[in-house]
């Protein structure tokens, strides 16, 4: 098939366009600023650029287009062309910072899922999600869409549940797919990119916020990101099982954040944070370093040491026998170490 992917130069994307490509399907993949598609082993893919007039000459060419614009700023030969040249869309791109501003989040995780959902109306969509569309919700989330009265912790969470509504109103053939807290692979540790998750843990681990709230009855629904990447593979080759359908990409197996504390403990150049309790923490009572340093970055993503959700994970199993690998001690030790063999973390001492 000839597949088009929005978001292809990022954590998610650049990998997804790597196993298409192993998978024997051909990409055009939308870049912005960053014409460049990298797996996560940050290997650069080949690619040729899109021109309506020569013939592609690889397995993957690359397209510069903004999702926040109409048709993606591309001129209307480009988009009747596309809208009649693809076979599948998979829908990557997406605004992730918990702190961005709401009116860019809207522009990108909702405009942007309409934009693309109307330069190709009539092509199977595949919708890249969060699982964390159920908001605050605990318990057992199932793998459907949420109903109103769907109470969120940012505006993350919101514009990509506004996202889901598009899709189901406006294609009759799609899939949504929800990732959970996307980490490194599960047998090496390996992330081509450190987002989201990422920057609160070097935060805490390299001991600049000491302390940080957590509910004992929390969980962390970490997922190596080639579960992620291998199902949506899945969700291509099986899709006529899986189009209606939703599908949580997450590990079936949370973590509480006192696994996580103890992993990191357990290197001796690193930190070890205290957890605190949700009604026993003030920020206020930090030191002013470490005050600024919360409010600015950590609060924002904090709700995930508040949270209990239980993701349901059926419906890959059920369409092609793909189980998350468990994210477990030594899991995460491989995924710590590779940010301090990588760099990403300044330790105290030396590894040895």
């Known amino acids: 098939m000839k597949i088009f992917v929005t978001g292809a130069a990022g954590l998610i994307g650049g990998e997804l366009v790597a196993k298409l490509l192993n998978s024997g399907h051909s990409v055009i993949g939308l870049v912005r600023s960053n014409g460049d598609i990298r797996s996560n082993a940050d290997e650069l893919l080949p690619a040729t650029q899109f021109n309506l007039d020569l013939p592609a000459t690889g397995k993957l060419t690359t397209i510069q287009g903004d999702v926040s614009l109409q048709g993606f700023g591309f001129e209307q030969k480009t988009r009747q062309f596309l809208a009649a040249d693809v076979d599948m869309v998979i829908h990557c791109a997406a605004m992730t910072s918990f702190d961005a501003d709401p009116t860019i989040q809207d522009s990108i995780n909702v405009q942007g899922t309409k934009n693309t959902l109307d ?12 699982a964390y569309t159920c ?29 889901e509504a598009l899709v ?12 959970s807290i996307v980490v490194g692979e599960q047998k090496t540790g390996q992330i081509k990119s450190f987002d989201t998750i990422y920057t609160v843990f070097r935060l805490i681990a390299e001991g600049r916020i000491s302390s940080i709230p957590a509910n004992i009855e929390a ?21 006529n099982d899986a189009t209606g359908k939703v599908f949580h990409l997450s590990s079936g197996n949370p973590i509480p954040p006192t696994m996580l504390v103890e992993a990191i403990g357990s290197f001796d150049q690193l930190s070890k944070p205290n957890l605190v309790p949700n009604d026993q923490f003030s920020a206020e009572e930090l030191p002013p370093r470490e005050r600024r340093l919360y409010k600015m970055t950590a609060s924002h993503y904090a709700s995930y040491f508040a949270r209990n959700p239980g993701f349901e994970t059926d419906n890959l199993p059920e369409l092609s026998g793909r189980v998350c690998p468990p994210i477990d001690e030594a899991a995460l030790y491989r995924m710590i170490k590779f940010c301090i063999d990588s760099g990403f973390l300044a330790v105290q001492k030396p590894v040895g």
Do not use: C
């Open 119 to 130: 330069l190709f109306p009539e092509t199977p969509f595949l919708h890249v999600s969060t």
């Open 135 to 163: 908001g605050l919700q605990n318990g057992p989330v199932r793998e459907a869409l949420h109903g109103l009265g769907t109470k969120f912790m940012n505006g993350y969470e919101q514009s990509k549940a506004k996202a």
């Open 168 to 179: 189901t109103e406006h294609s009759s053939d799609y899939a949504i797919a929800r990732p």
């Open 219 to 239: 969980s962390l629904d970490f997922v190596p990101i080639d579960h992620v990447v291998g199902g949506l593979i899945d969700i291509v080759n099986h899709w």
